[in-house]
């Protein structure tokens, strides 16, 4: 028996522009998948939601060459029960962590090291194996988080079709190289406040990336400066959190709102939700800032401050349908275990 578990993921800066080939800023959290390997062969089973075998088969064609046709499906069960909450789906990057957890489950055995060229190894897989169940959309950055864990500067070396490539953007000395992607390990400024608010909503990531694609075909010069500017919030929050500049940070949040507010209406789409206007304004008497995370729709937004905030008299003043939640970001990596799982 052999259990890998894997972080999910929340974006703080670059959703979108990632696609094409900007930088983005995502951090691992402490919300985990975990799969396990049996011996013997009973039934695919799975813990939290109603899927069928069809995502552990894609993560297993991935790996052919590998193991073979050593384990199938039956062999193994995922656990997602923390990435749902009253039977909702939370959007933190559920089936990014539950392809890293497959893949180091179907790949590893029990006496192999889980070591940084094991995990690089592991993440390679696991992204064309997730591509291909996705279609080939998805920029790889949740299973960046899923596989190496903590707070990453993450980019793919060029766009994923039809996102056109923006300008270059800036290179930047700490990256490491992993395979096509680039990854930088950040450390957030101390002084900086930060909480993940749950909008009360599900949005589904591939539509609203479909109407992104969209605008870019038929508002190409509006849209594509909208996806650049993204990208260029983007690396302004980098350099800002290798400075440690928390008041700079802060700035750039509500920047990086204001474009994904912009891009919202190039495509047609509820990037920015009334509820999230409804806690922009809420939290604007704290000074503090709002900020969806990932494809935004009404699923997570950010709170932001370089102000000592108190988070209790916040909630109080919060739209009714909000949530403030306590992620701890930059989570473990992944991780693997011979113990039986515990319950």
């Known amino acids: 028996m052999l259990t890998c578990n894997a972080p999910g993921k929340l974006f703080l800066f670059g959703e979108y522009a990632v696609l094409a080939g900007g930088w983005s800023v995502v951090a691992a959290i402490d919300r985990r998948i975990r799969a396990t390997r049996r011996d013997e062969a009973t039934e695919y089973q799975i813990e939290g939601a109603d899927f069928d075998d069809a995502f552990p088969r894609a993560v297993l064609d991935e790996l052919a060459e590998d193991i073979g046709d050593r384990w199938s499906p039956d062999h193994f069960e995922t656990d997602v029960r923390a990435f749902y909450e009253n039977g909702q789906k939370l959007g933190l990057g559920s089936s990014a962590a539950s392809a890293v957890a497959l893949t180091g489950a179907a790949l590893l055995d029990e006496a192999d090291e889980l070591n940084d060229e094991t995990r690089a190894t592991i993440f390679q897989h696991a992204e064309a194996a997730h591509r291909a169940f996705q279609g080939g959309r998805g920029s790889g950055a949740g299973l960046a988080a899923a596989t190496f864990g903590g707070v990453l500067g993450y980019r793919r070396r060029g766009s994923v079709a039809p996102f056109p490539e923006l300008l270059a953007p800036e290179s930047r000395d700490e990256a ?168």
């Open 176 to 343: 490491e190289e992993v395979d096509e992607f680039s990854l930088e390990r950040l450390v957030l400024p101390d002084a900086l406040e930060l909480r993940a608010v749950w909008l009360g909503e599900s949005a589904k990531t591939t539509d609203f990336i479909g109407s992104v694609e969209w605008a870019l075909q038929h508002h190409d010069r509006e849209a594509l400066g909208t996806l650049q500017s993204i990208a260029n919030k983007a690396e302004s929050a980098l350099d800002a959190i290798a400075r440690g500049d928390a008041e700079a940070l802060v700035d750039g949040f509500e920047a990086a709102d204001r474009a994904m507010a912009r891009l919202g209406t190039v495509a047609e789409i509820p990037i920015v939700t009334d509820t999230h206007r409804q806690l922009r304004n809420a939290v604007r008497s704290h000074e503090a800032v709002a900020k969806p995370s990932g494809a935004g729709g009404g699923e997570f937004s950010w709170i932001a401050s370089n102000r000592e905030l108190d988070w209790d008299d916040l909630a109080d003043d919060l739209p009714d349908v909000c949530e403030l939640y306590e992620l701890e970001l930059g989570a473990e990596r992944l991780s693997a275990s011979d113990e039986p799982p515990a319950e």
